[in-house]
Structure formats: C-alpha cells, structure tokens
C-alpha cells in the first residue's frame, strides 16, 4: 500500500507486545467475576439503566391505546400475585388510608373515589416475565384522587401498601401520568378479588409489577422511604416503559 | 501505523552477510477496533447469556393463556440464576455493549478506517466465487485487500445486525416512550420476537466467524490481538 518499511525482529516483538498491552484494559470487566464486586457492580448497573428509563419518561406522552376489538377476553387475562389470589378483604368495609403529605388524611371510600371522573381505556399489561395483554381498565384518574386528597405538589413520591402485604412505590410523575389509574373496573365491571378487589393501580407507562392490587393505604411522602416488594428482591425501580 | 506494511529484517550476524527479510507484516487492525472487539465480545457474551435467562420466564411468543412454550432452555446455558440476577447482566452490560458498538462506528468513520471493512456494491461480484472456493468449488480468488468481498459483507452485515439488536431491544426495553419503534415492528409483541430473532441472526454470524478464525490460524487471530498479520496471504 505505502510506504515499505524495515524493522528488525526484535523491534518488531516489542511493538506488537506493547500493542497487545493496551488491550489490558478491557480485563478491567473481569471484576465482574469478583463475587461481592459482582453484586455491586449489576446494582449499579441497574440504577444507571433506571435513571436512564427515568430521563426517557415524558409527562404528556400517551402510552398506546386499542380498540375494543384488540381487547383479550376477560377469562384470558392472566392473574399474577406474589402471594395469594384473595388475600381475604371485606370489600364493604374496605377504606383507603391516605397519609404523609397531604391536606386530607384519613380513610376514603370506594364511592369517593367513583365520585371521580371515571376513565376508561384499552391499554398493553406488560408483565416483566415478557408476556403482555392488551385489558380494558377503568377507574379514576390517580392525579384526580390527589388532588382530592389535597397531596403537597412539592412531594415526590406516592407509596401504597396492599391487603397482601404486597407494596410498591411511584415517582409524582408517573403518578400523576393522565392514564395512571385507581382502577376500580376490568371490562366495564367491578373488580373481581383475584384482579385486585376494590382497587389496585392502573399504569400503562410502567411494567406489571409496579401495578399493586388490593391497596389498603397510601401515602404522600417527600423521599423514597419503602421502595416496592419485587425491588427489595433486585428489580428495577423505575421501570418505565 | 495505519494500515502500514513493514519487512522485518534480520541484522547481519557477519560482515559478509546480507540483511535477511524474515518476514512480511501489515498492521490490520488499529488499537480502537480491538479494544471495541474484545469489549463488544464479552459484552455479546453476557447479553447473549442474560437474554436467555430472561427468556426462561416466559419461553414463548404466544398467548399467556394458554401458555405454549417454544422450548425450556437449559439453565446451565443463561447466565444471572433467575430473571431479576438476568435483568441485571443485561441492563448493565447493554451500556458496554451499545458503547463499544457506538465508538468503533465512529472511530471507523472519522479515521476512513471503514474503507477496509464495509461492503460496497463494488464487492458484490467478489462474493460469489469466494462462496465457491470455500465450499471446494473454485480456486480461490486473488486478494488484494486486508478483507475479501465475502468476509466485507459479513461483517457489515454483523454491524447492522448489532444495530438492530439495540433497536429492537430499546422498542421492548419502552415500548411506550418509543411507541412510533414497536409499532414499526408490530408493538411490543413483535419487538420481543424480532429482538430474539436478531439474536439468532447473530449467534449465526459468531459460528460462522469461529469457524473461519479457526480455518485460518493462529496469525491471523494474533492480529486482532496485536494489530499486525505476519505474511497475509494478500500483496498489501
């Protein structure tokens, strides 16, 4: 090609020796292989890809929505729990604590939170397994039950806990997301238990798991206090989708 | 010492000797494209790996009720134990697998690097006969070049393929956020389908890579180690 050049052996050893060495560098990944490194390394790792999913978010972007027609038939929606299908809730009795950062506190009834505009929409579950169904959800719109609570707008997260234990965390954003749901209706009928009786949460921007069911209480906090079940076992946070 | 030849000498040993070319060496492979190579292949090895732990939870692209499995993959062959552990090898390691694909494309385009390797419609007659020679069909064409047109069309081949891999893999990642990509691949549904797919696709391009690296021997391994190919069997 160009110039011919004349190196003698030993030269030429050392320079593909030095070549060779700065390739050192990429063994730096085998701290991967260091056990206690290892976990730390991956949570990290999984915070960097959560802050990411979290500048991705936009307040105003719409996830998709269907027709009736791409609707699955009530009997294939899947129900997933981590725990029990019915954790045993007396739906007449049931109330809703609302605590932390709000102007209203106390117990709120299932016709309180009907009394809000009732949204419905045929939104993608999304289940962190990989298999995803498109439902047709209804309820009241979270950012309405909140400002019906009177949440501080300055608070940052909403922190809900469920009849099984069960508990998941939300930033304001999400929670305020016009298709962020207290959904109380799957197919234009009430809930049944094993869906999440009298309501669970509705998010088409976020993976199931973040969509608690059976809540019991909910809170208004300024920081992240409880993060969530599946998190506390080395899911991802955020996870928006 | 881009793409530079060298000869290399033996010094005289005696007055009456003639300096001795032992040998000829071409510097193939600059220090970014082996450091991205090496990189990018642990980092293809760790998604390849966590990417089938993750699908161990849902091993199918069908309905969830009734669930029909494509096939139960064996754990010994994923890597993270469980789908959590899995999810956290392939978040991390996309960062490293995306930022090595991302600066050798641009190293290979500001240096003009790219030259040696991409297939241009120039290269398409030379495919051909390379076929025939590597299936005993033909004498093997004559090369002139670092890359024979077949082994350009490979690895251009492999870029696009690695880029879509990341494609289809952010279109499952959000398909909300990048609703307009999973809808160009038919929603979330198809996204997951072509992301595995394209995984496929690659594993392919590895055996055939593996398989020609060991054809053609140990010095033409050691220049991806060290950049330089001693005697290529091309007039460079």
Partial sequence: MNDNRKTDEQQFRRVSRRELLKLMPALALGVFAIPPLQKKLLKQGLHFSDWDARLMFR???????????????????????????????????????VSGMVQKPGEYRLPQIQALPRIRQNTRHICVEGWDVIGRFGGARLSDFLSLIGADPTAGFVTVHCADDYY?????????????????????????????APVRLQIPTKIGYKQAKYLTELKVTPVLDKVGYWEDQGYAWFYGL | MRSSTVEIIRPKQ?????????????YEHPFIVRLCH??????????????????????????????RDLIQWPRQFAIGGWLGGALQWHLTFMWIYLGTGLLYIGYQIFSGNYRQVLFTHRDVPGVWPMVKHYFFLGTKPPLREVYNPLQKQAYTAAIILGALSVVTGFAVWKPVQFSWLAWMMGGFHYARMWHFAVMWAILFFVLGHLVMVTLHGWKNFVSMLTGWKEDPEYEA
């Fill in chain 1, 59 to 97: 307040k105003g972007h719409l996830a998709p929505t269907f027709t009736d027609a791409d609707v699955v038939p009530f009997e294939k929606f899947p129900i997933n729990d981590y725990d029990v299908d019915d954790p045993g809730l007396d739906l007449d009795e049931w109330t809703l604590k």
């Fill in chain 1, 168 to 196: 998941e965390s939300l930033d304001v954003a999400t929670a305020r997301h016009p298709q962020t749901l207290l959904c109380y209706e799957m197919y234009d009928q009430l809930l049944t238990r094993e869906h999440g």
């Fill in chain 2, 14 to 26: 005696k007055a009456d000797q003639d300096v001795v070319v032992v040998a000829r060496a071409v």
């Fill in chain 2, 38 to 67: 090496w990189l990018n292949t642990i980092a293809l090895f760790v998604m390849v790996g966590s990417g089938l732990q993750i699908f161990r939870a849902f091993p199918s692209f069908g309905a969830k009720i009734p669930e």
